[in-house]
């Protein structure tokens, strides 16, 4: 006699987000955090390159800026 298979319901949505968050906890619990120096390194390293392009772009900006202002405006 062959199998009868039952129809595949939905989670009810309380358990369904019950479980997403139990889920994420596990998940959170198998990440590798970085220590307080680590975080603190890698955060002055991030704001120290992102002041040096915006120099950087600064300058550019400035120099073409004067460029246009003398060739096409003759300023």
């Known amino acids: 006699?062959?199998?009868i298979k039952q129809a595949v319901t939905a989670?009810?949505?309380k358990n369904a987000i019950i479980r997403?968050?139990?889920d994420t906890i596990a998940?959170?619990?198998k990440v590798t955090w970085l220590s307080r120096r680590e975080i603190?390194?890698?955060t002055g390293l991030v704001l120290l390159?992102?002041?040096a392009a915006g120099i950087v772009l600064g300058l550019?900006?400035?120099g073409f800026s004067e460029l246009i202002n003398k060739l096409i405006l003759g300023g």
């Open 1 to 3: 006699m062959p199998q």
């Open 60 to 62: 550019f900006d400035w």
């Open 49 to 51: 390159v992102a002041i």
């Open 20 to 22: 997403f968050f139990s």
């Open 27 to 29: 998940e959170m619990k």
């Open 40 to 42: 603190a390194y890698l």
């Open 11 to 13: 989670p009810k949505p």
